[in-house]
């Protein structure tokens, strides 16, 4: 399978994976779960899902590409941070306007993926080094999961955080 394929592939996997993580800490509720996993329905949690599924799908990117490309450490993060982007872009005007529609946000995160697996394909394919990401894309994906799993049990009382449909707002907060 050549990379071409592979990226559309990734499209069905990637969306697919995240119904799988989307529950997993309702399926099984603990500490480390809640870390990695949404615990609500707030915004900033299904940015965390975005993250985790990612995260998941780079153990199948990793074995099927193998190191065979130079920008395969930075492509890790420029997907992540360009995936949750596109879909805060795309879905807060529409959430902010008309409230949450479950079909319209299925359909905007699958664009954010289509967008996203395309700007991933370019940075594999191109000949530019992106030596800087390369070299700390690991720390960038440990500031980001901290900052999440912060925002999971310290949340900031703002839009982005409140689950409206359980009134709940980060781990225990209720308001």
């Given at each position: ?13 990637l ?6 993580t ?11 779960s ?14 965390k ?31 992540i ?46 000949n ?20 999440f ?21 980060g ?5």
């Amino acid at each position: 399978m050549n990379l071409k394929s592979f990226k559309i592939l990734s499209v069905f996997i990637l969306f697919n994976l995240s119904f799988f993580t989307h529950y997993i800490y309702d399926i099984c509720p603990n500490f480390i779960s809640s870390l990695f996993f949404p615990i609500n329905e707030s915004i900033i949690e299904h940015m965390k899902m975005i993250f985790s599924t990612y995260l998941i799908y780079f153990f199948i990117e990793n074995k099927y590409l193998k190191n065979n490309y130079n920008n395969i450490k930075s492509n890790k993060i420029i997907q992540i941070i360009v995936n949750i982007t596109i879909f805060l872009i795309m879905y807060l005007p529409i959430y902010f306007n008309f409230k949450h529609n479950l079909l319209i946000t299925l359909i905007i995160y699958l664009i954010s993926i289509i967008i996203t697996q395309i700007i991933s394909y370019k940075v594999l394919t191109n000949n530019k080094e992106y030596t800087f990401l390369n070299k700390y894309n690991f720390i960038f994906l440990i500031i980001l999961f901290i900052t999440f799993s912060l925002f999971t049990y310290y949340p900031i009382k703002n839009e982005l955080f409140i689950d409206k449909m359980h009134k709940k707002i980060g781990f225990k907060n209720y308001y």
